[in-house]
């Protein structure tokens, strides 16, 4: 496989070459008169100055094509890594122990809502799965997959967690990476207390190009080891952010904008055009 590749590579950086060679030919006689002049009368370059100006061709186009390819092979490294911190995220021990949990618990006191409950956890780990190979995703499945994540969310914590999804969000259309909505709002769980009387109300909004992930900030405090709890905190949400910059990054020139004040913690990833 390797030695096919070399000779297609070798074969196309030929057939480029001499594309290269009668462009530049074609340049110099469109451009310099007395050339043409004397294209006229003949061939005007002898086999030996095409033999060098080929083979200056050959070094230049080898060269551009060994950019490309290096270019793309670590492009295509950076999105696999991106991709498996991603499932990583997903798959934590954490989030399946939990899960799990709840569930056993379902199943001795509820069967039904055990049921519905496993059903909604299959959806998420096969989405999970089965669309983290891709780059992009529409606006609309991501919002069917949120869905049957936040109806785990309230399972687990109740209306101690509240996702408000503005109308305006269900009527936009374009593209964003997988899982990204969903990585935005396990960051701000994971980092902020939440209880029946002060709910963590987490807002997703959009101003037509852009969906905005925000809350109030309620930072949870590990009294127990409040330096160490930080930091580990700190490591995840930077984690989790930088995967979706990094993302981002390779897919599109726009920017994700990531707000940090005092009280409130947003961040704004724009949505990416549907091509027709």
């Given at each position: 496989m390797k030695v096919k590749r070399i000779l297609l590579g070798v074969l196309l950086v030929l057939g480029l070459?001499?594309?290269?060679?009668?462009?530049?030919?074609?340049?110099?006689?469109?451009?310099?008169?007395?050339?043409?002049?004397?294209?006229?009368?003949g061939w005007p370059w002898k086999s030996g100055i095409m033999l060098i100006d080929y083979a200056a061709c050959c070094?230049?186009?080898t060269v551009v094509t060994l950019y490309y390819w290096r270019s793309r092979e670590r492009t295509e490294k950076e999105r696999d890594r991106f991709r498996l911190q991603a499932l990583e995220n997903q798959l934590s021990p954490?989030?399946?122990?939990?899960?799990?949990?709840?569930?056993?618990?379902?199943?001795?006191?509820?069967?039904?809502?055990?049921?519905?409950?496993?059903?909604?956890?299959?959806?998420?780990?096969?989405y999970t799965l089965s669309h983290l190979d891709h780059d992009m995703v529409t606006l609309q499945e991501e919002l069917a997959f949120l869905d049957r994540y936040l109806a785990?969310?309230?399972?687990?914590?109740?209306?101690?967690?509240?996702?408000?999804?503005?109308?305006?969000?269900?009527?936009e259309s374009g593209k964003l990476p997988p899982v990204a909505l969903q990585m935005l709002?396990?960051?701000?769980?994971?980092?902020n207390e939440h209880t029946l009387a002060r709910p963590l109300i987490i807002n997703v909004s959009?101003?037509?190009?852009?969906?905005?992930?925000?809350?109030?900030?309620?930072?949870?405090?590990?009294?127990?080891?409040?330096?160490q709890g930080l930091s580990a905190r700190n490591l995840s949400t930077n984690v989790g952010n930088h995967n979706i910059v990094e993302?981002?990054?390779?897919?599109?020139s726009r920017k994700v904008v990531i707000n940090d004040t005092h009280d409130e913690y947003c961040v704004t990833i724009p949505?990416?055009?549907?091509?027709?």
């Amino acid at each position: 496989m390797k030695v096919k590749r070399i000779l297609l590579g070798v074969l196309l950086v030929l057939g480029l070459s001499v594309i290269g060679l009668l462009f530049y030919y074609a340049v110099w006689l469109i451009t310099d008169e007395d050339f043409r002049e004397a294209f006229k009368y003949g061939w005007p370059w002898k086999s030996g100055i095409m033999l060098i100006d080929y083979a200056a061709c050959c070094l230049f186009t080898t060269v551009v094509t060994l950019y490309y390819w290096r270019s793309r092979e670590r492009t295509e490294k950076e999105r696999d890594r991106f991709r498996l911190q991603a499932l990583e995220n997903q798959l934590s021990p954490h989030f399946v122990f939990n899960n799990f949990s709840i569930l056993a618990d379902l199943i001795e006191v509820n069967p039904q809502r055990a049921s519905e409950y496993l059903m909604n956890l299959s959806k998420v780990y096969r989405y999970t799965l089965s669309h983290l190979d891709h780059d992009m995703v529409t606006l609309q499945e991501e919002l069917a997959f949120l869905d049957r994540y936040l109806a785990l969310l309230r399972q687990r914590f109740g209306e101690s967690v509240q996702v408000r999804i503005s109308p305006e969000v269900l009527k936009e259309s374009g593209k964003l990476p997988p899982v990204a909505l969903q990585m935005l709002i396990e960051n701000a769980i994971k980092h902020n207390e939440h209880t029946l009387a002060r709910p963590l109300i987490i807002n997703v909004s959009s101003d037509g190009r852009r969906i905005s992930v925000s809350n109030h900030k309620e930072p949870i405090l590990n009294a127990a080891l409040p330096e160490q709890g930080l930091s580990a905190r700190n490591l995840s949400t930077n984690v989790g952010n930088h995967n979706i910059v990094e993302r981002y990054r390779l897919l599109t020139s726009r920017k994700v904008v990531i707000n940090d004040t005092h009280d409130e913690y947003c961040v704004t990833i724009p949505l990416i055009p549907i091509e027709r």
